[in-house]
């Protein structure tokens, strides 16, 4: 089996948010692996997303970032947080940055002003966001980027944040709420208002495929794909989970996803290799395979679109045209 390319990494479940679609808040504290521990990774990694709860609540998370960095050299890393630790996230992206320079930041907004603040359960919680995006600007931090979570009481504010990241010149990505019992401990979620999900989907995926930047343009198909999902229960391309990418919870437990809850076991005990390749893994293959909980976030979607150049590139010729030629629906 071929070695992994993508890791979701969660380095602690503790949280100081309490987000309607997400109940990490609430697992009891663990025995997180420790900086060290970090270290039994495989160097084929090229893209690492550092997650939580919330990561910056570990005051040890720059020696996590060196770790990781050391051992996959090549990855580009980025940190995913909620924005509401100001002054600890600055002190602690002050020594990260000098350990990689590229290193990118996603901060969560999940709308405008209050509608956020209901989003992540505490009120002023936008506001942080938004003075932690302009502190990490002002340390230099040049790949940061608004993550917005759409659930059933946001989703006509997705449009509005889109623009928002425009005009703080970040990037802008988008999922839809995912039950998992695995990672945020979640079920039961589900959108209801498609109508405005598909208003509002089309209208940040035309303004992405009006571009000619390969990341903004590959963000449309993600966005195409993530309403076809919510629709009709079916992904667009084939998962990848287990192969080219994996979740590592905070104790080191190795899943395929983030929603599978099926663990190829825990990295304290094993190198990563002997993991990767075990009959324990191949059942868990065989389980994805067989999935019956779809899902479509960038984590295990970068991948597959990356696999799929010919089809994800034909669809992004076929629409770009027709937007010049007066099409206004691509979704």
Not at 34 to 58: T, V, Y
Not at 59 to 70: A, F, H, Q, R, T
Not at 209 to 231: D, I
């Amino acid at each position: 089996m071929s070695f992994p390319v993508d890791a979701l990494l969660a380095v602690t479940y503790r949280c100081n948010a309490r987000c309607v679609m997400c109940n990490i808040w609430q697992t009891p504290m663990q025995d997180d692996l420790s900086p060290a521990e970090w270290a039994n990774m495989p160097a084929s990694l090229k893209d690492i997303n550092i997650s939580g709860g919330e990561p910056f609540l570990r005051d040890d998370l720059p020696e996590i970032v060196s770790v990781v960095k050391g051992k996959c050299p090549g990855a580009k890393l980025i940190i995913s947080t909620n924005g509401i630790a100001v002054k600890r996230i600055e002190r602690s992206m002050e020594r990260i940055v000098h350990i990689d320079p590229r290193i990118g930041v996603g901060i969560s907004i999940d709308g405008i002003g209050e509608v956020h603040d209901r989003t992540r359960g505490l009120k002023g919680a936008y506001e942080k966001a938004i003075q932690t995006l302009q502190v990490l600007k002002k340390l230099g931090i040049k790949n940061l980027r608004i993550a917005f979570t759409a659930v059933e009481d946001n989703i006509d504010q997705m449009k509005d944040v889109y623009d928002l990241s425009r005009r703080l010149e970040v990037e802008f990505s988008c999922v839809v709420a995912h039950d998992s019992d695995v990672y945020f401990k979640t079920s039961g979620l589900r959108l209801n208002s498609l109508g405005c999900l598909k208003e509002q989907l089309n209208l940040v995926a035309l303004s992405e495929l009006k571009t000619f930047v390969p990341k903004r343009l590959l963000r449309s198909y993600f966005y195409s794909g993530l309403y076809g999902l919510v629709e009709n229960g079916k992904r667009v391309l084939p998962c990848l989970a287990g192969e080219a990418s994996f979740f590592l919870d905070p104790t080191g437990e190795l899943y395929a996803c983030n929603v599978l809850n099926s663990s190829m076991g825990n990295i304290r005990g094993e190198p990563f290799a002997k993991l990767w390749n075990s009959q324990k893994a191949a059942q868990v293959r065989e389980k994805v395979a067989n999935c019956r909980k779809p899902c479509w976030m960038m984590c295990s979607a970068r991948s597959s679109i990356k696999k799929h150049p010919a089809r994800v590139g034909l669809w992004i010729l076929k629409n770009k045209t027709g937007i010049y030629l007066g099409k206004r629906s691509i979704i």
